[in-house]
Each structure stands twice: as C-alpha cells, then as structure tokens.
C-alpha cells in the first residue's frame, strides 16, 4: 500500500515537473520573440533593400541622411545623425542620445565641436573625409544599402531617430512621415 502511494506521488510530481517546464520554455520562447520585436522596433525596414551607387554623390547624400545605430550595439543609448543638406555634401557627424526623456521634451542636449563629415568623389567614388579639431581624414564607404551602411569596419544600420528632428526639415529633404 505504502508502495503504491508513494509511486503515485513521485509520478505526480514528474508530471508537475514535466508540465511546469513546458510552461517556462513556452514562456522563454514568447520573451525571446518579443526581444527581437523590440529590438527591430526602432529600425527602418525595407521590403527590397538594394547597394546604393557609391559612384553618385547624390544618391549616397540621399541615402546616408538620416539616423543610425551601431549593428553591434542595437540596444545601445545613442544614435549617429547624419543631417546632409540638400545640395551640400556635409553634415556634422553627430551622436546623439536616444531616449524617452528627449522624445517627451523635444530637447537635444548641446554638444559643442561635433565633427563635421564631407562627401567627397574620390577615384571614382564617393568617400567621408572628416574634419574635427583633432585633424581630418579621409575614409572609404564600403557599403551603402537603404538600410544599411559600413565605413572604417563598423556597420550601422538605419533607425527611425526623432520624429520632432524630422519634422524640421531645415535642408530641404521631405518628411519621411
């Protein structure tokens, strides 16, 4: 008797157990899809993302305008603003923090002597030269997709940035809105 009660407890209890892990995969499962909805929340994704022409600086000052974050560093606090006018080739290189707190307020913290990027034609194709008051240099674009760029061995990929930044509209390039 004494055998059978304690068979049937044990058997209870790997269910209990077999169920209750079931329950925690299922529920690791459902947090790791919801990591990876939040971490695409703040990009900009395309259907057909496409290699933009490196050989038209048009089309690379276009392409590049706008904000962008780090691949390697896709949950990080700051984001790099590339605010090219129109119809110049510079903007200033610019990271800036990427909270709530300056979504609220439609505040930027002021920064002094950011570093100013230039697009050049150099060889055939568009480079950065960089100028701060450090020095300048010059740094070749390895890729530019809608989405996507790389430059010196670092990718960064498009991000949705500030609406109250876009809204501006200072250098004459249509509201993504």
């Known amino acids: ?3 059978g009660i304690l068979i049937t407890i044990i058997g209870i209890i790997i269910i209990g157990i077999a169920f209750f ?3 925690i995969f299922d529920f690791a499962k459902g947090v790791k899809e919801d990591i990876g909805k939040n971490a695409n929340r703040n990009l900009i994704l395309v259907a057909n993302d496409y290699e933009i022409d490196l050989t038209d600086l048009d089309s690379v000052r276009e392409n590049l305008n ?6 390697n560093n896709i949950d990080g606090e ?6 090219f006018h129109k119809m110049k080739n510079f903007a200033t290189w610019e990271t800036i923090p990427y909270t709530e707190e300056i979504k609220r307020k ?3 913290p002021m920064t002094s002597c950011s570093t100013i990027a230039e697009l050049i034609k150099l060889n055939g194709k568009v480079q950065m030269e960089f100028v701060s008051l450090v020095g300048s240099d010059t740094t070749k674009i390895e890729s530019l997709t809608k989405t996507k760029f790389k430059i010196d061995g670092m990718t960064y990929l498009k991000h949705k940035g500030y609406d109250f930044l876009k809204t501006w509209n ?3 390039y249509e509201s993504e809105k």
Not at 78 to 83: G, K, Q, V
Request: glycine share 12%.
């Open 78 to 83: 700051n984001i790099l603003w590339l605010d």
């Open 106 to 108: 439609e505040e930027l």
């Open 66 to 71: 706008g904000f962008w974050i780090p691949e």
């Open 21 to 23: 892990g079931l329950q």
């Open 170 to 172: 200072v250098h004459g």
């Open 1 to 3: 008797m004494k055998k």
